[in-house]
């Protein structure tokens, strides 16, 4: 799959390819701006907005790559509780080993290995990556964790769990004899 979308990717990010063969040994530079245009290359669009950089230090070494992305930024997601846009910092630092080999592998988070008749790293696909791991599995709005949001989602939230805590207060006004039924079910179970 990856392959599928490198190479469609390819041809609409072509400043993401980095000509290796040309960079002398040693540490070299590159910076890119990062917005929803770019996810867009790759058919996402979960975020509302985004701004980011990424900043790539690219050491060539004799018979490998040692490539540190350093990302920086934010995306506009919606919170999965209160459904209200929010902006998500997003911030790290990721090391990745590219070495040579026979074919193309990205199986290994760390280690990235690409055929020996390469001659140029494409890392738009690594780069959208990061960013796309890089952000929570849940997204809450900061307002929710600290109790001051204030929405119709948030509202029938509470009105929720009010019912829910009232029909458990009549629970306990059950006749007794329930319990020992429940007892009886347990019981059989273990």
């Known amino acids: 799959m990856h392959a599928q979308i490198h190479s469609f990717v390819m041809s609409n990010l072509k400043q993401f390819n980095i000509p290796f063969i040309g960079l002398k040994q040693?540490?070299?530079?590159?910076?890119?701006?990062?917005?929803?245009?770019?996810?867009?290359?790759?058919?996402?669009?979960?975020?509302?907005?985004?701004?980011?950089?990424?900043?790539?230090?690219?050491?060539?070494?004799?018979?490998?790559?040692?490539?540190?992305?350093?990302?920086?930024?934010?995306?506009?997601?919606d919170c999965d509780i209160s459904l209200e846009p929010y902006q998500q910092d997003i911030k790290g630092n990721f090391p990745l080993i590219v070495k040579f080999g026979q074919e193309y592998n990205d199986d290994n988070d760390e280690i990235l290995i690409i055929p020996h008749e390469y001659c140029e790293l494409d890392v738009s696909q690594l780069i959208y990556e990061l960013i796309i791991l890089s952000v929570p599995t849940k997204k809450v709005h900061p307002k929710v964790l600290d109790g001051t949001m204030d929405s119709e989602a948030l509202k029938k939230l509470r009105e929720l769990e009010v019912k829910e805590s009232n029909s458990s207060e009549n629970e306990e006004n059950i006749d007794p004899r329930w319990d020992k039924l429940k007892n009886l079910i347990t019981e059989k179970k273990t």
Not at 33 to 46: P, R, T, V
Not at 58 to 67: E, G, H, M, Q, V
Request: glycine share 8%; hydrophobic share 40%.
């Open 26 to 77: 040693g540490k070299h530079s590159f910076e890119y701006e990062i917005d929803n245009k770019f996810f867009g290359e790759f058919g996402f669009n979960e975020f509302n907005d985004s701004s980011l950089n990424v900043e790539l230090i690219f050491d060539k070494k004799n018979t490998l790559f040692a490539l540190t992305f350093n990302v920086s930024g934010y995306v506009t997601v």
